[in-house]
């Protein structure tokens, strides 16, 4: 079943400004993951966030992670043409199988040169 | 290089011809599991496999079977294949480090499409 859904389907940007993506969840979990995919392409890690964790860094990526409201941004700041790809969190859920992830079906960004 | 293949990255096929999509990872994991993305559906789990000769099925298994006689291998065959079954599958890898669901390494994908 579908656990996480992220918001919008679809985001087209301008070069240099800033994207952020949502998740939204409907059970308790043990982490959140965002990964990227290139057209086609098999799906990249990009951060992975653990529920007692509130916000994260790597490079041009924060995560932040709102277990009250069951939810998750993904914010790419200074974006670039290379970024355009799709995005998916991805969900271990409490009382789920154990290395059992659940993907929503992901935010199509386009950043525009 | 740490990878995930698979092959064959392509494949057209018939209805009811057995096929099977080889799944190989270098990474010493002992988590491998394989997924279809459908358009608007994003990735639904089909087997997962947490140790050698340890299998289990994830959301979408009917239609399909896997075996992990290997650490490095996963295969997943399509014994009747079937045209729902159409679709771009992914293999993917992990370590057991937390014993939870960490960082998966996805292979390239598999193009299926059953006529």
């Known amino acids: 079943s579908q656990q996480g859904e992220e918001d919008p389907q679809a985001l087209s940007i301008q070069e240099g400004e800033n994207a952020t993506m949502n998740c939204s969840y409907k059970?308790?979990?043990?982490?959140l993951q965002w990964y990227r995919q290139n057209s086609g392409r098999g799906l990249v890690h990009l951060i992975l966030?653990?529920?007692?964790?509130r916000e994260k860094h790597s490079g041009r990526l924060r995560v932040t992670l709102d277990t009250s409201k069951k939810s998750s941004s993904l914010l790419i700041t200074a974006s670039r043409a290379a970024d355009t790809a799709s995005y998916f969190c991805?969900?271990?859920?409490?009382?789920?199988?154990?290395?059992?992830?659940?993907f929503g079906s992901g935010t199509q960004l386009t950043v525009l040169p | 290089e740490a990878q995930v293949t698979q092959n064959p990255r392509y494949l057209i096929t018939v209805t009811g011809k057995k096929l099977t999509v080889t799944c190989s990872q270098n990474m010493n994991h002992e988590y491998m599991s394989w997924y279809r993305q459908d358009p608007g559906l994003g990735l639904r789990q089909i087997y997962y496999s947490m140790n050698v000769e340890v299998t289990d099925k994830g959301d979408v298994p009917e239609g399909y079977k896997v075996s992990r006689k290997e650490k490095r291998n996963f295969p997943l065959i399509l014994e009747s294949p079937s045209p729902n079954q159409t679709s771009l599958y992914f293999c993917?890898?992990?370590?057991?480090?937390?014993?939870?669901?960490?960082?998966?390494?996805f292979g390239p994908g598999t193009r299926l499409t059953v006529l």
């Open positions: 991805a969900t271990d859920h409490k009382g789920g199988s154990a290395r059992q992830l659940t």
């Open positions: 966030i653990r529920s007692n964790e």
């Open positions: 993917a890898s992990s370590s057991q480090t937390s014993g939870r669901a960490d960082t998966q390494y």
């Open positions: 059970t308790s979990i043990n982490n």
